[in-house]
């Protein structure tokens, strides 16, 4: 009988254990999740310099029916595609694939999304506004424009943004009182939660990364600041 207690007891010191080491957990892995996106956007970050030194202080095309997406161009100058995602997204690279494949069979949304007003876009469609390629020598305050971030799409439209969208979003739109409809678990969350900590991982346009509460963000949006030249 003694033996039976002392087997309940240690039962029920296990469930009090679990449920308060469970959570520490689940909390350290969000943090770590949010560390490595963040290097991750450094890595672009690097790339983005680099690809600026090789043509004359020109940034990437955001999207362009001859070259493809920013992910595509900056291929060259990354150590591994992996940096193209992020790994709080629902869509995780295949690492049997190369990095191009990755791109156009996972597919880059729920990852990073590219400022058009940065890393411009030009597309056959002449009822969709172009963006011009953009040089770093003449932007005014890079260190406070926005030039990659977590995002919905692999580009993003600031002025599209605000805009109740399930293809183009800011991540934790919903927690400056937006709402929209979602099919997936995975894009409600993210609207209405955040992607990290109620905000988004950034890389600005001087290849610095920092992160930022996604309300904060949504404002800037909304006064014209941070993404617009």
């Keep these: 009988m003694k033996n039976i207690k002392e087997c309940v007891s240690i039962i029920i010191i296990c469930f009090v254990l679990g449920f308060i080491v469970l959570p520490v957990f689940s909390v350290s892995r969000l943090l770590a999740e949010k560390e490595l996106c963040l290097n991750r956007l450094m890595q672009v970050g ?19 029916h001859t070259s493809g997406t920013w992910q595509q161009v900056l ?10 995602f992020c790994p709080s997204s629902d869509r995780q690279p295949d690492y049997s694939l190369s ?7 996972i597919g880059l949304n729920h990852n990073y999304s590219a400022n058009f007003a940065i890393l411009g876009d030009f597309n056959d469609d002449i009822t969709i506004k ?17 030039a990659i971030l977590d995002g919905s799409m692999y580009i993003f439209e600031p002025k599209l943004g605000l805009v109740t969208s399930k293809a183009m979003y ?4 919903g927690l400056a009182g937006v709402t929209c409809s979602f099919d997936d678990e ?12 109620q905000g988004v991982n950034i890389l600005f346009a001087d290849a610095h990364s920092g992160f930022m509460k996604s309300r904060d963000v949504y404002n800037m949006i909304k006064d014209g600041e941070g993404f617009l030249p």
């Excluded at 060259?76 to 940096?83: D, K």
């Excluded at 003449?138 to 926005?146: V, W």
């Excluded at 969350?189 to 900590?197: A, I």
């Design 99 to 105: 990095v191009n494949d990755n791109i156009i069979k």
């Design 46 to 64: 690097n790339a983005l310099a680099l690809y600026t030194n090789d043509y004359n202080g020109y940034y990437p095309l955001g999207r362009s």
């Design 130 to 146: 172009n963006y011009p390629a953009r040089r770093f020598a003449d932007l005014k305050n890079p260190q406070d424009l926005i």
């Design 75 to 84: 291929t060259p100058y990354v150590e591994a595609g992996e940096v193209f």
């Design 170 to 173: 800011l991540p934790g739109m």
């Design 186 to 197: 995975f894009s409600k969350s993210d609207f209405y939660k955040g992607r990290h900590d």
